[in-house]
C-alpha cells in the first residue's frame, strides 16, 4: 500500500539553525500539507501547497518557514532560524484531487528538537 | 477561540466495551468530519469520514455527526487492547486542499 515517507525521523539542531525536513508524498497525489504537533497539544495545520503554489497557510507559517517541491517526488518544509518553540513533530501528508473528501494521508513524522 | 474541543481523558476501558468518544466545534462553516487514529510516535491514520450530519458504520466503529449541536462523537463496539491509541477528531470548511483543524485527542486504553 503507498505510503507517505518522511526524513530524517529525528532532527537535532542548534537554536538559530537551518533546518529542511524532507517528505515523499503519494505518487498520484496532488495536494501536500505540513502539520506539527507540539508534545502533548494538538495537530496544527502549517500549509497546503497545490500546482506548486501555497494554497493556504496558517498564522503559524510565518516568513521563517518555506515550502518547496524541488522535483517530482519530494516536498520540503524549511526553517530558516529555528527557535526553541519549533521544537515539535512535524507531519507531512498528500491527498488526491478526487473522491468525496480529499482524504489526507500522513507521514510518520519528523521529530525536530532544537536545542 | 478554539475551533475544536476534545476531552483528552485519558480513557479506560475494559476489553468488549463499548467506548464513545465526542468533540464539540464552534464553526458552523465545517461540513467535512474525520476521526483518526494515532499510535505512539506515528502519524495520525484516517479512520472514518462523514459529510454534514448523520450516522456512518464501518465494522466496530459508528461516526455520528450533530451540526445543530456541533457535536461528533465516535463510537467503538467490542472494543480490543489493539484499539488503543490516541482518537484525534478533525474537520474542514471544504474539500480543495483545505486545512484540517484537529482536537486534541483522547487517548484511550483498553484493558484485556
Known amino acids: 500500500e503507498p505510503e507517505v515517507t518522511q526524513t530524517p525521523s529525528h532532527q537535532v539542531t542548534q537554536m538559530g539553525q537551518e533546518v529542511i525536513l524532507r517528505c515523499v508524498p503519494i505518487s498520484n497525489h496532488l495536494y501536500f500539507y505540513w502539520y506539527r504537533q507540539i508534545l502533548g497539544q494538538k495537530v496544527e495545520f502549517l500549509v497546503s501547497f497545490y500546482n506548486n503554489e501555497i494554497s493556504e497557510k496558517s498564522e503559524i507559517f510565518d516568513d521563517q518557514f518555506s515550502v518547496e517541491r524541488p522535483d517530482g517526488s519530494n516536498f520540503t518544509l524549511k526553517i530558516r532560524s529555528t527557535k526553541l518553540e519549533d521544537s515539535a513533530m512535524y507531519f507531512c501528508?498528500?491527498?488526491?484531487?478526487?473522491?468525496?473528501?480529499?482524504?489526507?494521508?500522513f507521514g510518520p513524522g519528523t521529530r525536530l528538537t532544537v536545542t | 477561540q478554539k475551533e475544536v474541543e476534545q476531552d483528552p481523558g485519558p480513557l479506560s476501558v475494559p476489553e468488549g466495551a463499548i467506548v464513545s468518544l465526542n468533540c464539540t466545534y464552534s464553526n458552523s462553516a465545517f461540513q467535512y468530519f474525520m476521526w483518526y487514529r494515532q499510535y505512539s510516535r506515528k502519524g495520525p491514520e484516517l479512520l472514518m469520514y462523514?459529510?454534514?450530519?448523520g450516522n456512518k458504520e464501518d465494522g466496530r466503529f459508528t461516526a455520528q455527526v450533530d451540526k445543530s449541536s456541533k457535536y461528533i462523537s465516535l463510537f467503538i463496539r467490542d472494543s480490543q487492547p489493539s484499539d488503543s491509541a490516541t482518537y484525534l477528531c478533525a474537520m474542514s470548511v471544504g474539500r480543495t486542499g483545505n486545512q484540517f483543524y484537529f482536537g486534541t485527542g483522547t487517548s484511550l486504553t483498553v484493558i484485556p
Open positions: 462523514t459529510y454534514s450530519s
Open positions: 501528508a498528500s491527498s488526491t484531487n478526487t473522491g468525496v473528501l480529499r482524504e489526507q494521508y
